[in-house]
């Protein structure tokens, strides 16, 4: 008599409380990163000019600025485990009758001329307005006061050039994030207890993990950094 030794070919699901704490992660990520995203890509924009002195946080400004320092008035680093890992360069710019601080890159001051601080190229800025922190207004407060433009300047807001590269790369992570938790999904259903499974489905899953893998060690980078950025 021939033994039934149970080798049944449908799907076995092998789900674990960890990778289920994972598909939930994942998939908040998709929407949260999705939604703020195209939020932040479809901002209606207001002109840089009109907002100089009146700058309320979440709005999109694009203009030139008539005059702006030449030098970040304030650098901050990021680290990681006491290694430098980012840094934030942070100017000011205005028209002469109201300013605004902004972040941008290290290079953003050689737009204005070093003795006039005129702008020399008539460079747009464009940028979301977000809310200082504790340590970076205390130190932009300290600077405004000794340069006396404290009462012209708005210390409570940056004008954030990096705003669209942040919302481009929340768009990125949602992409990313959907893409992964649907083949951790397909890995899911996929997987069988089975030890009679073929060589070419075990193949695949080990392909499947390294892709995943390689997959959250990016989503882990990227969050960092829109992390540090926000």
């Known amino acids: 008599m021939e033994k039934d030794f149970g080798t049944d070919e449908s799907p076995k699901y ?11 992660f994942l998939a908040g990520l998709v929407v949260y990163c999705l939604i703020s995203g195209i939020a932040e890509l479809t901002k209606p924009v207001r002109s840089l ?9 979440g709005e999109c400004v694009e203009g030139v600025a008539d005059c702006g320092t030449d030098f970040p008035i304030l650098t901050m680093t990021h680290t990681i485990n006491f290694i430098p890992t980012l840094k934030e360069y942070y100017y000011m710019v205005g028209d002469g009758e109201y300013f605004a601080i902004v972040r941008a890159g290290k290079d953003f001051g050689d737009t204005f ?12 800025i464009k940028g979301i ?13 300290q600077h405004l006061s000794s340069s006396g433009l404290s009462e012209y300047t708005n210390s409570m807001y940056y004008i954030d050039t990096y705003g669209q590269r942040i919302a ?11 893409v992964l938790t ?11 207890d089975s030890e009679f499974d073929d060589l070419s489905s075990k193949s695949l899953g080990k392909a499947y993990g390294v892709v995943v893998s390689v997959g959250v060690i990016l989503l882990a980078i990227l969050g960092v950094y829109i992390s540090m950025m926000l």
């Not at 003795?115 to 020399?120: A, I, K, S």
């Not at 809310?131 to 130190?139: M, V």
Request: net charge positive; glycine share 4%; proline share 1%.
């Open 49 to 57: 000019e009109a907002s100089l002195g009146s700058l309320e946080k």
């Open 182 to 192: 649907f083949m951790i999904v397909k890995m899911l259903r996929k997987k069988k």
């Open 113 to 124: 001329d070093p003795d006039t601080n005129e702008n020399l190229r008539d460079t747009k």
């Open 168 to 178: 481009v790369i929340k768009v990125i992570v949602a992409a990313l994030s959907f």
């Open 129 to 141: 307005v977000r809310s200082l922190d504790g340590e970076a207004r205390i130190k932009i407060d």
């Open 14 to 24: 092998k789900k674990s409380i960890g990778s289920i704490i994972l598909l939930i």
